[in-house]
């Protein structure tokens, strides 16, 4: 300014594309602005001080018209007036619905998990959600969906206008990619109990899947710590593909999934196998190979993990 006080100019942009100055409340609310500044940019470096300085103060330019309006809008669109407020309303209101349908759908998994019910039914891929009854064939998930839409408008919304191919967040791959959330979380804590716990005992036992496919389920017993003293509680950890039937291989196995967890085969107290099964002969090895590395971990016989 002429007293040398220096002030922003808050209408002023710059484009580093068009290497050009830009006034934002011409460019956007002149109708034929006599300036460049409000039309294809101002690239009149030499004059560029003078220029400017002119542009905030002529009547021509009418930008202080422009100005007032574009400080208008910005202050309504704060408040929430006009029509980018309702699209911003209606964005909010599309995010907060599928935030809540996501919401429900987990909820939904882990009433279904933690009550060890099964998922999914015989006729998923041909439900028609209009139907408000009750289906056997959609299988525990949909139906409890379908149910819970009875007391919830907005899922119940969301199942009227659902079509074929779009998402629902109801898929199976939705549920799986849930359900494998959530055992991340529930294992990872058990996993920390027994770090916490210090000690453990393994307990694993091989069982052919309804596929026949030999599957090693591996539970861990620990001493969980509570207010009044010891609670013994024995965690499933996981179910272990197995393809192969050689003490040094079931040893490996029960090794690199110990190690996987992060649990130190030295802090093995104790192991336990069927001894009912057919392979009691192979946990034989099994046993003595994992005691040759850590003589604490004593064998226990005949204790079914199940
Ligand atoms: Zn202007």
Request: include cysteine.
């Given at each position: 300014m002429a007293n040398k006080e220096k002030f922003k100019r808050s209408w002023l942009v710059y484009s580093k594309t068009k290497n050009a100055l830009y006034c934002t409340a011409c460019k956007l609310?002149?109708?034929?602005?006599?300036?460049a500044l409000g039309k294809d940019g101002f690239i009149n470096w030499k004059n560029a001080s003078e220029r400017l300085a002119e542009h905030d103060i002529s009547p021509v330019h009418k930008h202080k018209e422009c100005f007032i309006k574009w400080k208008t809008r910005l202050q309504q669109m704060k408040s929430c007036l006009g029509i980018d407020c309702d699209i911003e309303r209606q964005i909010h209101s599309e995010k907060e619905k599928w935030r809540h349908i996501l919401h429900v759908a987990m909820d939904a998994v882990m009433y279904l998990a933690t009550n060890c019910l099964s998922f999914?039914?015989?006729?998923?891929?041909?439900?028609?959600?209009?139907?408000?009854c009750l289906q056997l064939?959609?299988?525990n998930f949909l139906n409890l969906i379908n149910l819970l839409a009875k007391y919830d408008p907005t899922l119940k919304c969301h199942l009227d206008h659902l079509k074929k191919g779009?998402?629902?967040?109801?898929?199976k791959t939705i549920q799986n990619e849930m359900i494998d959330l959530m055992a991340i979380k529930v294992r990872n804590n058990i996993i920390n109990e027994i770090k916490e716990a210090n000690y453990f005992t393994i307990m694993f036992d091989c069982t052919p899947d309804v596929s026949h496919t030999e599957q090693m389920s591996q539970v861990i017993r620990y001493l969980k710590r509570t207010e009044s003293g010891y609670e013994i509680k024995e965690s499933f950890i996981d179910f272990l593909e197995v393809d192969g039937k050689t003490g040094e291989y079931i040893s490996q196995r029960i090794l690199d999934k110990l190690q996987a967890d992060d649990l130190d085969v030295e802090k093995c107290r104790g192991q336990s196998y069927d001894?009912?099964?057919?392979m009691a002969g192979i946990y034989k090895g099994v046993q003595s190979r994992i005691l040759r590395m850590n003589e604490l971990a004593v064998f226990v016989p005949c204790l079914h993990t199940h």
């Open positions: 609310f002149a109708n034929s602005c006599p300036s999914r039914g015989s006729k998923e891929s041909q439900i028609d959600f209009t139907q408000h064939s959609r299988g779009q998402t629902s967040y109801l898929s001894n009912g099964s057919n």
